[in-house]
Nanobody
């Protein structure tokens, strides 16, 4: 059973950096399309970054130039590198991916809390 396991969240000061990881645990398939979302307290979940299977990326305006989405060499891990963090980046971050040859089934990670202090 495919399961996405996230790690890397925590408390960081404004201006700092953090890298989130999301690995396809127990899957024999590689990540194809991938995305990272975040949900701030009292707000809806929003798309932060997206990468297609052929490497095309897209970012929310609020994170452009600061966040980078990537895929690991193992092809089963996706990363979100965050720099120049701001308090408004605080929230629960979720990865969302497709695996193998199935482009229609998206798998969610459990979420990891990122808190940026001012």
């Amino acid at each position: 059973q495919e399961r996405m396991v996230e790690s890397g969240g925590g408390l960081v000061q404004a201006g700092g950096s953090q890298r989130l990881s999301c690995v396809a645990s127990g899957s024999i398939f590689s990540i194809q399309n991938m995305a990272w979302y975040r949900q701030a307290p009292g707000k809806q979940r929003e798309l932060v970054a997206f990468m297609t299977s052929n490497g095309i990326t897209n970012y929310a305006d609020s994170v452009k130039g600061r966040f980078t989405i990537s895929k690991g060499d193992d092809r089963k891990t996706t990363y979100l590198q965050m720099t120049s963090l701001k308090p408004e980046d605080t929230g629960v971050y979720y990865c969302n991916v497709t695996l193998g040859a199935d482009p229609d089934t998206w798998y969610w990670g459990q979420g990891t809390q990122v808190t940026v202090s001012s």
